[in-house]
Nanobody, 114 residues
Framework: QVQLVESGGGLVQAGASLRLSCVTS????????VSWYRQAPGKQREWVAA???????NYADSAKGRFTISRDNAKNTVYLQMNSLKPEDTAVYYC????????WGQGTQVTVSS
């Protein structure tokens, strides 16, 4: 019943920008912290950013200064604006929310070529 659906990934050159979206349903979105994670092939899943219900944000060191997480409670959507993309940003990006349990989206592929 709870669903998180990511979109906005793609293939871009280094230095380009992408904006990812995560649309949620089945939860009271406005009261939950939502996070972005990523996982590259052969790597552990890595936390990227989080945004609290009131709008406070936190970022991994790899994302600081380049990525911005935001939310639109009216649209039940969280965004990840990614600028100055690097090849090492290549991964499947997932969003996560926690209510009665931990919920994950299906992921969206981001590929950055040099």
């Amino acid at each position: 019943q709870v669903q998180l659906v990511e979109s906005g990934g793609g293939l871009v050159q280094a230095g380009a920008s992408l904006r990812l979206s995560c649309v949620t349903s089945g939860i009271n979105f406005s009261i939950h912290t939502v996070s972005w994670y990523r996982q590259a092939p052969g790597k552990q899943r890595e936390w990227v950013a989080a945004i609290a219900p009131g709008g406070n944000t936190n970022y991994a060191d790899s994302a600081k200064g380049r990525f911005t997480i935001s939310r639109d409670n009216a649209k039940n959507t969280v965004y990840l604006q990614m600028n100055s993309l690097k090849p090492e940003d290549t991964a499947v990006y997932y969003c996560k929310a926690v209510s009665r349990a931990e919920y994950w989206g299906q992921g969206t592929q981001v590929t950055v070529s040099s």
